[in-house]
């Protein structure tokens, strides 16, 4: 008799394998993978990039009675864009949630609902992993870089406050905010915060330049849900939002401190998941509203090619799990889709991208 498991899955399978585009979309099997749970895919270049996330490990007795129960990193490593990896040892509990490259030097987040988040750094080519910092019970790391002669920034929430710290020989605390104000990333010397007044609702945002101390609110013309967001290679910020009032999807532009709303024309009332720009290229996951059922959502992938005068949308080879997900610079975007496998669109890399 099959594996019940294995005959859902199949069944899940033909669910979810959509009309796609052959031509455009390639699959392939992410070789030398465990099966685990993923959340990070991160490609430094457009051939080296980073899997990360965590494996659980069970042992039972034989009576069946659970003797142990635990998670291990998993951070992984390909040379050819996705299709060999090998496995990186770090020797720790928890799961690899982000990866960083500031020169030679590798930044990975560790972090999981059971073990203190911490921050390991390789020196050069993923050797002699070493653990920099460890944080206190509860502070969940929201984003981190280095910056040279200055050191380790890192953005931590906890329940009563959203701190700035910097990470030296000691940590500093440089700034402090509500707990409200969770949704963060640094780049470059400034932070760039999505704050709010109250509720699941936000006013704004605040930009931060830590190097300069200088601090500048850019409010929103009104309350907006947050989707996700992202700073490009120019430092311009994009933000992903849902307008309640009208039940429509768009996106906030923020360049020089001022925000430009771009339209999604015909797709406006489709709910959005992670952006990624490049260029002038915007990938967003989507889904309709009404492709959400019983076993789970049907994403497909909104695109523009012209830094979103006009969008466009792609079926996925696999639609139910497309996470995590990258843009790489070449233009490819590539999709975890569960399995040990990978579905990668290449039709922008060699006549838009350049």
């Not at 009309?19 to 992410?30: A, P, R, V």
């Not at 060999?84 to 987040?109: H, P, T």
């Not at 969940?140 to 030296?168: A, H, W």
Request: hydrophobic share 30%; with cysteine; net charge neutral.
């Amino acid at each position: 008799m099959k594996n019940p498991i294995f005959i859902i899955f199949i069944v899940i399978l033909s669910f979810s394998c959509s009309n796609y585009d052959k031509e455009k979309w390639s699959i392939h099997n992410g070789k030398g993978i465990e099966n685990g749970s993923f959340d990070l895919l991160k490609f430094k270049t457009d051939s080296i990039g980073y899997l990360g996330g965590g494996i659980s490990y069970t042992e039972f007795d034989d009576n069946g009675k659970l003797i142990s129960n635990s998670d291990s990193t998993a951070l992984y490593k390909t040379n050819n864009g996705g299709k060999n990896w090998k496995k990186i040892n770090l020797n720790q509990e928890g799961e690899i949630r982000d990866i960083k490259f500031f020169g030679d030097k590798s930044y990975a987040l560790n972090q999981s609902l059971y073990t203190n988040s911490k921050i390991v750094v390789s020196e050069k080519e993923d050797n002699e992993w070493k653990q920099i910092v460890e944080f206190e019970e509860g502070d969940y790391v929201r984003d981190y870089e280095y910056l040279d002669s200055n050191g380790l920034f890192v953005v931590i929430s906890n329940n009563s406050k959203v701190s700035l710290l910097k990470v030296t020989n000691r940590i500093d605390t440089i700034k402090t905010y509500s707990s409200q104000n969770y949704k963060v990333q640094v780049k470059d010397g400034k932070m760039y915060m999505i704050y709010n007044s109250g509720g699941a609702y936000s006013d704004g945002v605040i930009l931060y330049d830590y190097l300069l101390n200088k601090e500048t609110t850019i409010p929103f013309d009104k309350n907006y849900w947050i989707y996700s967001t992202f700073i490009n290679e120019k430092n311009e910020f994009f933000i992903a939002v849902s307008d309640k009032e009208n039940e429509t999807s768009k996106i906030f532009k923020m360049s020089n401190k001022n925000l430009t709303e771009i339209s999604l024309n015909q797709y406006q009332k489709y709910s959005l998941g992670q952006i990624f720009v490049r260029d002038s290229l915007i990938f967003i996951d989507s889904n309709k509203p009404e492709n959400v059922g019983p076993i789970g959502v049907t994403h497909e992938l909104l695109y523009s090619t012209n830094g979103g005068v006009d969008w466009e949308i792609e079926n996925y080879p696999f639609s139910l799990i497309v996470k995590p997900a990258f843009l790489k610079k070449n233009g490819k975007y590539i999709a975890y889709q569960g399995m040990k496998k990978f579905q990668e669109i290449n039709t922008f890399a060699n006549n838009v991208y350049k």
